[in-house]
Nanobody, 115 residues
Framework: QVQLVESGGGLVQPGGSLRLACATS????????AGWYRQAPGKQREMVAT???????NYADSVKGRFTISRDNTKSTVYLQMNSLKPEDTAVYYC?????????WGQGTQVTVSS
């Protein structure tokens, strides 16, 4: 059974930083592209950042230059380093693994940016 467990969310002041982690199990992590998505109240889920099996990355325009996605295949974990956080980054952040016809999601972790 594939499991994705996010951690690292919390409350942070504007301008602060957080590092999210998504630990995966039950599959061959290195075969999957991975990504972080977020959903704010009343809004649709949106892509934040993705990383391919070969570690090519893609970012939403709203987070470019502030967020960095990375992966550690030895730990089957994908990370999202978030710097210079803004109130509009407040959302539930979800981890995703994508491979062929398979798509797996974590349960989400809350990130709140507020003073």
């Amino acid at each position: 059974q594939v499991q994705l467990v996010e951690s690292g969310g919390g409350l942070v002041q504007p301008g602060g930083s957080l590092r999210l982690a998504c630990a995966t199990s039950g599959t061959i992590f290195s075969f999957f592209a991975a990504g972080w998505y977020r959903q704010a109240p009343g809004k649709q889920r949106e892509m934040v950042a993705t990383i391919t099996c070969g570690s090519s990355t893609n970012y939403a325009d709203s987070v470019k230059g502030r967020f960095t996605i990375s992966r550690d295949n030895t730990k089957s974990t994908v990370y999202l380093q978030m710097n210079s956080l803004k109130p509009e980054d407040t959302a539930v952040y979800y981890c995703n693994l994508e491979g062929g016809v398979h798509s797996y999601w974590g349960q989400g972790t809350q990130v709140t940016v507020s003073s």
